[in-house]
């Protein structure tokens, strides 16, 4: 079994899935070992629907259609804009899960971002679950997910409700090589400060 800091090292964003679904009860599972995230007074704000077979379609329809009011195809001869849009649409159907994570808004401020930090750590957890499993994810925040008319078109109120992420599922074809992280630079505050008293 993978470790946690192998997990976190090795863990890559995939853009290639092969053609297959992941069973449902894995699925199931990576989800329910994500819901070991911290939050706040053990709200548990996150949700999620997965769209997959025939619900990928009319999912996939909405992002297009939101592409398009969002003028993603603006300045493009009708031919090429449909080109384009098809091309996208094609590429987006072929991947295998799109779990979407979405959380109620707080009309707190303070307790509404501690809910979405909380998702957005349910969001890794899930990532570094499904990588243990073989699964690879890319977790996506694209423009759509602010856009009011695909909220309502999935079935949610923008007025009551916050699209986290879409985290595309499915077991990797391709595994892209590791990246170069840049050392973090810590500073260690060790005596009293706001005081100029010499």
């Known amino acids: 079994m993978m470790n946690v800091i192998d997990a976190i090292q090795t863990r890559r964003s995939i853009h290639d899935f092969k053609n297959e679904l992941v069973d449902e009860a894995v699925l199931q599972e990576i989800f329910q070992i994500a819901s070991w995230a911290p939050n706040h007074r053990l709200k548990e704000p996150w949700n999620v629907v997965v769209y997959q077979n025939e619900g990928a379609q009319h999912y996939v329809d909405l992002v297009i259609e939101s592409y398009l009011r969002q003028g993603f195809a603006k300045g493009y001869s009708a ?82 409700h916050k699209v986290a992420g879409v985290i595309q599922l499915g077991y990797p074809a391709r595994i892209p090589e590791p990246k170069a992280r840049r050392k973090v630079q810590l500073t260690f505050q060790n005596e009293s400060f706001g005081s100029n008293s010499k």
């Open 79 to 160: 031919e090429k804009a449909d080109k384009m849009m098809n091309g996208i649409k094609q590429f987006l159907i072929q991947i295998p899960h799109h779990a979407l994570i979405y959380l109620e808004r707080d009309s707190d401020l303070h307790k509404f971002e501690e809910d979405y930090s909380a998702v957005c750590a349910f969001i890794q957890n899930a990532q570094l679950a499904a990588w243990e499993k073989g699964v690879g994810g890319l977790w996506t925040t694209s423009p759509y997910i602010h856009d009011t008319e695909f909220i309502k078109g999935i079935g949610l109120d923008p007025a009551s």
